[in-house]
């Protein structure tokens, strides 16, 4: 059975999904996105993730094809036509095709975004082997424009960064600027020192997290100290621990940086507890 996407308005099967030629978003990259977490067919932190969606389609002066409701209506619309259990849902949205390519846009009033949605099958998403071991990173320069606040689908150099940790004999990257560690290709990232839990503070460097944000508010709350600072690569690598947070791997620990390994080497415990208390907590308020 094909996979039931979301086009415009249109539920389809993927294999009959199409847009123009001419979408901004494919010239472009002129469009943002979202990826929410599925876990027992309910999704977790959507309030987060369309709050964040709304104020980058603000930054950008693009127009919001649909409202907070509606979307949730189509979440939950194809988390059930796909029978996703345990997954993702990707949200991308672009400022459409206002005719000819042009790297003037038009005003936002007068041209209908493109929405696309559609669904990935994760099963076990939360029991992740990997999680279980821990991750390997390397350290990039972090390259990208200044606007990382913005949650864009300029995603080239962070596959680059991923690419460049594969072939390293890694799993992921994190990148570095001015010395400091801004953020991993695809997540938020964090050092564990004498149990401080220590990130960079929010900016337009980094990605405003929704994961970041719960993870950060569950540890407040179990009485963790949370320290956000920058810091830098050669700090993490004398770190206890280190983990990185994001919607599809919600709290991954980190036990290798640039080769150098972390503790014993295997997941730390801060790291574990975090995972616990994300996955307990988040599941409480899944909708």
Same mark, same amino acid.
């Given at each position: 059975m094909s996979r039931i996407v979301y086009v415009n308005g249109d539920y389809l099967p993927e294999e009959e999904a199409k847009i123009s030629i001419f979408d901004r978003g494919f010239l472009m990259a002129d469009g943002v996105y979202e990826v929410t977490s599925v876990l027992d067919g309910k999704l977790l932190d959507f309030g987060g993730h369309a709050a964040r969606l709304e104020r980058s389609l603000t930054e950008l002066?693009?127009?919001?094809?649909?409202?907070?409701?509606? &979307? &949730?209506e189509i979440h939950r619309a194809l988390v059930e036509k796909n029978g996703i259990v345990d997954g993702l849902v990707y949200l991308q949205i672009t400022r459409g095709a206002p005719g000819d390519r042009d790297f003037a846009f038009p005003d936002p009033a007068t041209t209908p975004s493109t929405i696309v949605l559609f669904t990935q099958n994760k099963p076990g998403l939360a029991d992740s082997p990997q999680a279980r071991a821990g991750i390997k990173v390397i350290s990039v320069p972090d390259i990208r424009w200044h606007r990382r606040d913005i949650k864009t689908v300029q995603l080239l150099?962070?596959?680059?960064?991923?690419?460049?940790?594969?072939?390293?004999?890694?799993?992921?990257?994190?990148?570095? %600027?001015?010395?400091? *560690?801004? %953020?991993?290709?695809? !997540?938020?990232?964090?050092?564990?020192?004498?149990?401080?839990?220590?990130?960079?503070? =929010?900016s337009n460097d980094i990605l405003h997290g929704i994961t970041r944000?719960? *993870? =950060?508010? /569950?540890?407040?709350?179990?009485?963790?100290?949370?320290?956000?600072? !920058? /810091?830098?690569?050669? %700090?993490?690598? %004398?770190?206890?621990?280190? =983990? *990185?947070?994001?919607?599809?791997? /919600?709290?991954?620990?980190?036990?290798?940086i640039d080769g150098v390994a972390l503790g014993d080497g295997t997941p730390g415990r801060v790291a574990r507890r975090l995972r616990e208390i994300y996955l307990d907590e988040s599941r409480k308020t899944a909708i």
């Open positions: 002066d693009m127009a919001a094809p649909a409202t907070t409701e509606e &979307l &949730l150099y962070p596959s680059m960064a991923k690419m460049m940790a594969k072939k390293a004999g890694a799993d992921d990257a994190w990148m570095v %600027e001015d010395g400091y *560690v801004t %953020e991993g290709s695809s !997540n938020n990232a964090y050092i564990v020192k004498g149990g401080k839990i220590i990130t960079r503070q =929010l944000a719960a *993870v =950060l508010r /569950f540890a407040r709350e179990a009485q963790m100290e949370v320290e956000e600072r !920058n /810091f830098t690569i050669d %700090e993490a690598k %004398e770190a206890d621990e280190a =983990l *990185v947070t994001s919607a599809s791997s /919600f709290v991954m620990p980190v036990v290798e």
